[in-house]
């Protein structure tokens, strides 16, 4: 779906995640949630974190990725991001956050048990300027990836991504390695809802909609996914659309 302002976008997109939420909290006990921690995520949580009649006592949260070597308190954190954004305006029943190493091997572990105590039904992710999710990037990215979260090197693309964010003030600040969740376990959730905004990701939406589904735009795979819903705003739309799906 596409959108004439990033707003539109956003507040669409939760409504849609605020009643997959409702309708599986009537059906079952608890829901299990991923976020994604981006710029592109904060209009969309923003509304989402303002929707009635959610029990979010009985949803657990976990987040897709985390840079390696950032201070425990570092602002660009990803957990520290979503407790912004997110996570300390809810009353979640359980929040898991990719912890501080010094142990990488041993946090992926540990986060990759906990994912795997039970389905994820809901994920809320978006698509790089690369094409990745989470922090798959083209050259590390595996489709079928047996492991559900491992650590990665991040390509200079996505460092930079992380600059012209606002997220780091140069490419040097930015972490050269990560944890991230894997495209398999990513892809495993019963509903995805993906949002992306902006006019950098327009050729990462039409390679993801168009192209040859692979590791070179890895977001792509979400083409493989029953239950996975796009919202783009006009900036990010990419030609082949039709003018005529713009929303107001």
């Given at each position: 779906?596409?959108?004439?302002?990033?707003?539109?976008?956003?507040?669409?997109?939760?409504?849609?995640?605020?009643?997959?939420?409702?309708?599986?909290?009537?059906?079952?006990?608890?829901?299990?949630?991923?976020?994604?921690?981006?710029?592109?995520?904060?209009?969309?949580l923003d509304?989402?974190?303002?929707?009635?009649?959610i029990?979010?006592?009985?949803?657990?949260a976990?987040?897709?990725?985390e840079?390696?070597?950032?201070?425990?308190?570092?602002?660009?954190?990803?957990?520290?991001?979503?407790?912004?954004h997110?996570?300390?305006?809810?009353?979640?029943?359980?929040?898991?956050?990719?912890?501080?190493?010094?142990?990488?091997?041993?946090?992926?572990?540990?986060?990759?048990?906990?994912?795997?105590?039970?389905?994820?039904?809901?994920?809320?992710?978006?698509?790089?300027?690369?094409?990745?999710?989470?922090?798959?990037?083209?050259?590390?990215a595996?489709?079928?990836?047996?492991?559900?979260?491992?650590?990665?090197?991040?390509?200079?693309?996505?460092?930079?991504?992380?600059?012209?964010?606002?997220?780091?003030?140069?490419?040097?600040?930015?972490?050269?390695?990560?944890?991230t969740?894997?495209?398999?376990?990513?892809?495993?959730?019963?509903?995805?809802?993906?949002?992306?905004?902006?006019?950098?990701?327009?050729?990462?939406?039409?390679?993801?909609?168009?192209?040859?589904?692979?590791?070179?735009?890895?977001a792509?795979?979400?083409?493989?996914?029953?239950?996975?819903?796009?919202?783009?705003?006009?900036?990010?739309?990419?030609?082949?659309?039709?003018?005529?799906?713009?929303?107001?």
């Amino acid at each position: 779906m596409t959108f004439e302002t990033r707003d539109a976008m956003g507040r669409a997109a939760a409504a849609d995640v605020a009643a997959a939420l409702r309708d599986r909290l009537a059906r079952q006990g608890n829901v299990r949630m991923i976020f994604a921690a981006a710029p592109s995520q904060a209009e969309m949580l923003d509304a989402l974190a303002r929707e009635r009649d959610i029990d979010w006592r009985r949803v657990t949260a976990f987040h897709m990725d985390e840079y390696l070597g950032l201070a425990a308190d570092a602002p660009q954190r990803f957990g520290a991001w979503l407790t912004r954004h997110l996570f300390s305006r809810i009353a979640f029943g359980a929040v898991h956050i990719i912890g501080q190493e010094p142990d990488p091997d041993r946090e992926t572990a540990r986060y990759a048990a906990l994912l795997n105590e039970a389905p994820i039904d809901i994920v809320c992710l978006g698509i790089g300027v690369n094409g990745h999710l989470a922090f798959n990037d083209p050259p590390v990215a595996d489709l079928h990836d047996p492991k559900p979260v491992k650590i990665v090197e991040l390509d200079a693309v996505c460092r930079q991504q992380q600059v012209d964010d606002g997220c780091f003030p140069s490419f040097s600040d930015v972490p050269t390695h990560a944890i991230t969740l894997t495209i398999p376990r990513l892809l495993d959730a019963g509903q995805l809802f993906c949002v992306v905004p902006g006019a950098s990701k327009r050729a990462a939406v039409e390679q993801s909609l168009y192209g040859p589904i692979g590791t070179a735009c890895p977001a792509s795979a979400l083409r493989t996914h029953p239950r996975c819903a796009l919202y783009l705003d006009r900036d990010s739309t990419p030609p082949q659309l039709s003018q005529a799906t713009v929303r107001a």
